[in-house]
Structure formats: C-alpha cells, structure tokens
C-alpha cells in the first residue's frame, strides 16, 4: 500500500503507538529561529494530551526566542527552558557535558538552514552544537527551508556530510506555503509527531 492509501487514522495511531516508546526518554529538543519555532505550544500541549510521553528538555536558540518566548513554553513544559548561549550557563559549570550525558536523543525542530550548516560544518559554538557533536546520541533533524534550497549545492553537501554520522535522521521538509511569497513553495518542517516517531525508531534500532 503506498503512503498515498494509507488509511489517515491509521498513520496517526501507529505515529502515536512509536511515540509510546519514548515514555520517559530524555530527549533534548532544539528550537531554531525558524518561523515554525511558533508552533511549538501547540506541539507542547499535543503531548501534555499523550498518555505515555517523552521525559523532554526544551534548548531555545537565541533566534528561535524571536519566534517564541521562553516564558510561554516553560509554563507549557512545566520546567526550565534552556537559551542556547554560553552567557546563560552558570559559571564554571559544563552545561555541555551534562547535555551530552544525560540525553538519550537529539531532535532539532524546526532546523534552519543555518543551523543545518554549522550542525554539518562540526562548528560547536554554543552548549547544544558542542553536545551534539561530542555525543552518540541519536539525532533526527527537521529542516524547515526557504523556496529553492532543495536544489542548491550547498544543502547537498550538507547532507551528505551529515550522512557519515551514525544513529542519524534527516527527515525532509513538507511542501508548504511561503510565508514570504504566499505560493505554495515553502518548505516547513516534518511534524513533529513524525519527528518523535523518527526519534523513536532510531533508539529502538541503538537499543536492539
């Protein structure tokens, strides 16, 4: 059956049976500056309704906080939200390193092009990018991308860099409507069920 007959309800109930796995699991979530960034109450309150969820940590870029406040989403997680920023880390603490440590997966939701280029360039500038590259965790990456990046060059070559790094999703953006152009070329994110369910999928694969 191709995805086109798949029965909706159907790819609902198993996106939500794949998400029952990550009961627990501490996924570290971060939140580009990408417009989808707003959308991330939405997502928040989703799992609030799930009766089995992920144990999740919410790391905002200093762009994303342009798209969403921080206030909102700690009153929606009920717990601290973290700026992705070095001057935000208590002195003399390696924020980087409990990251790495306590994170059984990475999810980068929504990604901009950007970040997908520092993510694949190995930069590691802020606490989340250095945790990210100095750790195995699983990491799915959900770029969201301005009409023609598809076929650009330079987001191949991203790609296939990142391709080397084991326990790795790159889950392609959705055709969309461009906020900059009103015609149906953007390029948003996979949603964000689809995203955990990649999650998901990539520990049950680590964890045999």
């Known amino acids: 059956m ?10 609902a109930q198993a996106i939500e049976e794949a998400i029952a796995q990550l009961g627990g699991r501490r996924i570290s979530l971060v939140v580009t500056g990408s417009l989808s960034a707003a959308y991330l109450p939405y997502w928040l309150n989703y799992l609030r309704d799930l009766r089995e969820r992920p144990d999740l940590r919410v790391i905002l870029t200093r762009s994303a906080t342009t798209m969403v406040s921080r206030q909102v989403v700690t009153a929606l997680l009920r717990a601290p939200v973290m700026i992705d920023s070095w001057d935000e880390a208590a002195p003399g603490h390696a924020t980087h390193v409990e990251l790495a440590e306590t994170t059984d997966a990475f999810l980068v939701h929504p990604c901009t092009f950007s970040y997908l280029g520092r993510l694949a360039a190995g930069l590691a500038d802020t606490p989340a990018q250095l945790a990210i590259q100095c750790s195995t965790a699983p990491l799915v990456v959900c770029p969201a991308l301005p009409p023609g990046t598809l076929e650009s060059a330079a987001y191949r070559r ?12 790159v889950l392609p953006p959705v055709p969309g409507i461009s906020s900059a152009t009103g015609r149906r070329e953007g ?15 990539l520990l049950a694969d680590r964890d045999g």
């Open 2 to 11: 191709s995805a086109e007959q798949q029965d909706p309800a159907e790819v």
């Open 158 to 169: 991203h790609l296939a860099t990142l391709a080397d790094r084991d326990a790795l999703t």
């Open 187 to 201: 390029l948003p994110p996979a949603p964000f069920p689809m995203a955990l369910a990649a999650v998901a999928g």
